[in-house]
């Protein structure tokens, strides 16, 4: 749709819904819309985002970093422990 549903003002650039009445230009816009914004929150800028925007920053980072780390499978979790391990025992063993 070209014009806002409700105010049928003209539609501006890439808008996905009217700045006016915050009502999307059509459904398909809403799809879009919604896609963009589960994209971004999956990518490191949204996540920064997000951490920049909360009232709380450090607490949205430590928030944030437990929920990857939840959402990261056991193997990549083992892998990483054992890399950890490999390092310490590197670095006391030279020590
Ligand atoms: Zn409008």
């Known amino acids: 749709m070209k014009n806002c549903p409700q105010c049928g003002k003209p539609r501006k650039g890439d808008e996905f819904k009217c ?5 999307f230009y059509s459904q398909l816009d809403e799809i ?9 929150k999956d990518t490191l800028k949204g996540h920064i985002k997000a951490i920049l925007a909360a009232k709380d920053r450090k607490q949205a980072a430590i928030d944030d970093l437990t929920l990857i780390w ?7 979790k083992i892998t990483l422990w054992t890399i950890f391990a490999f390092v310490f025992a590197l670095v006391t063993g030279v020590l």
């Open 19 to 23: 700045p006016e009445c915050d009502v």
């Open 32 to 40: 879009l819309y919604e896609e963009q914004l589960r994209v971004e």
């Open 70 to 76: 939840k959402n990261t499978p056991l193997k990549t």
